[in-house]
């Protein structure tokens, strides 16, 4: 009786938890409905009726629905790249055994742990003797190959292949490249799928990089476009129409999530026990 | 002679590797390492951002010490780090506690789990508009139900103007953002631990207490120290949610809110103040403070394992 009266504490305290993880999107939403005036005078959970004239707002600042496609054609090749070139580098450190490839190993775990300011300044530089500032290049070309993906999987490609398989496959004739297409591949899809959300996720939500090497506002992603607002005063004035554009960037994410959880925090524990 | 044949195929499948790897290999090598050793050159020149770097040896270094923005931009770092550590893990670990309790046995892990995730995928650039925006002090819903259950009525908190109180909003941002990763780390390394040894302290009539101690601890030891580096590394380099939240690499109000990257950012990239040279030496400062303080944090843990 007692254990069941603390089990009831227990969850109404971690229904106030997740209450407080999901309300400020809940806000959000409602607000996002509501008029400037509205939302300035009281708050409510009830729906405005003013999406129109907010989206009116927004849009005749900038143009959320070209951030958004400036945000695909960034993240979705991006993501392609990291899910291809990490699997197959994965796999030539997983099984083939070749002058160099331990040292190059040491080096991708060295790298995991360098923080990302050590190389910003310098990788500004580059770009810019390149001539790639204001391009999409420098922000996809490089994901081709991401040091803790190709770590996660080699570790997962150990796990699941065997090698066996290689072999007869061998015996049969088949090519180096096409038995990597054909068998391991489809065999490393789960473990690639998850990497490749937390890569798109990563692409998607990126900022400080794009902000850095994009000076174009028709060029802008998501992130920078909704960080511009801060410049501009006439939408800062109606709050209504800043919750929208919030809202316009957050929903895809969420969607992704809604159907991807699982994979997202099943990779997640995977790296906690692999280190 | 058959043999041979077999081993002569054999070592050429080996020299596939270096063909598959060559695309990452180079891509590695021009977009990862050169930039990290760029920096550092740069790190010992006057670089401005144009005309060609001069050599100035150590200049920029004995430069960062002796500044005492750097010092205060580390401080306002370190300030919204340590509460936000203290609230991200503190939560992340009674939540490990109770999810792990086997007497509990509570259902509904994989919905919380996902729950408390959420925050965790939305970008930082929402995050903080989101955030700017509720907690405006006059128009914001923060205070506008604080006021309306009678909290604060007469007097709004000011939560992002005012300079004793906008670090620690920052601290509580980034730990409601993060707390769910933390759990998710640590409830997998629970996970992990054989349950015999859960069971056999219960045979033993071990308290609650004395399990937790005696056997969660010490096996959580590996995640723990993982997440405290991570956490420290990403934390010593935040810079989206205070630069946006506080709108600029001043980090106002009083630059209570310049963490160490908004001050390396305002001269290696804003207009009119740039200094390359100097930014890099910065971003070189930081890593070697974050390497000691890592290794210490590692010492610990092991001595205490001893």
Same mark, same amino acid.
């Given at each position: ?44 959970? @009830? ?44 796999? =030539? ?32 530089? $580059? ?21 803790? @993906? ?36 489809? &065999?490393?899809?789960?473990?690639? =799928? ?19 090497? $994009? ?26 129409? &800043? ?9 895809? &994410? ?17 790296? =906690?026990?692999?280190? | ?48 951002? !144009? ?43 009674? $939540? ?37 925006? $509720? ?125 160490? @990257? ?24 930081? !890593? ?19």
């Amino acid at each position: 009786m007692e254990l069941r009266i603390k089990k009831t504490i227990l969850y109404l305290l971690l229904s106030v938890l997740a209450l407080t993880c999901v309300l400020p999107f809940v806000l959000m939403m409602v607000n996002s409905t509501r008029s400037g005036l509205e939302i300035m005078t009281s708050f409510s959970f @009830i729906p405005g009726k003013s999406v129109k004239e907010n989206w009116e707002t927004v849009f005749g600042y900038f143009n959320l629905i070209r951030g958004f496609g400036n945000s695909i054609m960034v993240a979705v090749p991006a993501t392609i790249l990291t899910a291809y070139f990490s699997a197959i580098t994965a796999y =030539a450190l997983a099984i083939y055994h070749f002058r160099g490839g331990k040292v190059l190993f040491f080096v991708i775990v060295v790298f995991m742990m360098i923080p990302g300011q050590l190389s910003l300044l310098g990788f500004y530089n $580059l770009i810019a003797k390149l001539k790639l500032i204001d391009s999409y290049i420098p922000l996809i070309i490089p994901a081709i190959a991401s040091p803790g @993906i190709v770590f996660f999987l080699r570790q997962y490609l150990i796990s699941v292949l065997s090698k066996s398989l290689l072999e007869a496959a061998r015996i049969d004739g088949a090519g180096e490249l096409h038995i990597f297409h054909r068998i391991v591949f489809p &065999i490393m899809l789960p473990g690639v =799928a998850t990497m490749s959300i937390g890569a798109f996720i990563g692409n998607w939500n990126s900022y400080l990089v794009p902000l850095i090497l $994009l000076n174009s506002p028709e060029k802008f992603t998501l992130p920078v476009m909704i960080a511009s607002l801060n410049s501009s005063t006439d939408i800062t004035s109606n709050q209504g129409a &800043i919750y929208l554009a919030v809202a316009i960037s957050v929903i895809p &994410i969420l969607v992704v999530f809604a159907f991807c959880s699982k994979y997202i925090i099943s990779s997640i524990s995977a790296g =906690a026990v692999k280190e | 002679m058959k043999e041979a044949g077999v081993i002569r195929k054999k070592r050429n499948v080996n020299k596939m590797g270096y063909v598959f790897i060559i695309p990452f290999v180079v891509t590695f090598l021009v977009f990862s390492v050169y930039p990290v050793f760029r920096t550092l050159y740069l790190s010992f020149t006057d670089f401005k951002g !144009f005309k060609t770097p001069n050599f100035v040896g150590t200049e920029n270094y004995v430069r960062v010490l002796s500044d005492k923005f750097f010092w205060r931009a580390l401080g306002n770092t370190v300030r919204i780090w340590s509460l936000n550590i203290v609230l991200q893990l503190g939560i992340a670990f009674l $939540l490990t506690i109770v999810f792990s309790d086997i007497k509990y046995r509570l259902k509904g892990l994989g919905f919380f789990r996902a729950v408390f995730y959420l925050p965790n995928i939305i970008a930082a650039t929402s995050v903080a508009f989101l955030f700017r925006t $509720l907690l405006d002090w006059r128009y914001g819903s923060i205070n506008q139900i604080l006021a309306s259950v009678g909290i604060n009525a007469a007097t709004p908190v000011n939560w992002l103007g005012s300079s004793s109180v906008a670090p620690y909003v920052i601290s509580v941002i980034g730990a409601w953002m993060w707390f769910g990763n933390s759990f998710i780390l640590l409830m997998a390394g629970v996970q992990g631990i054989p349950s015999d040894y859960f069971e056999a302290a219960a045979i033993d009539g071990a308290g609650r207490w004395k399990v937790f101690r005696k056997i969660t601890i010490p096996l959580l030891k590996p995640i723990l120290l993982y997440v405290g580096i991570t956490s420290l590394i990403g934390g010593l380099q935040m810079f989206d949610l205070p630069f946006l939240i506080s709108g600029g690499t001043a980090g106002n109000p009083s630059g209570k809110l310049q963490t160490v @990257i908004m001050y390396l950012y305002k001269f290696g990239f804003e207009v009119g103040t740039h200094q390359v040279g100097y930014a890099a030496a910065i971003a070189y400062t930081l !890593f070697a403070i974050i390497l000691v303080i890592s290794v210490v944090q590692y010492r610990l843990m092991r001595e205490k394992e001893n």
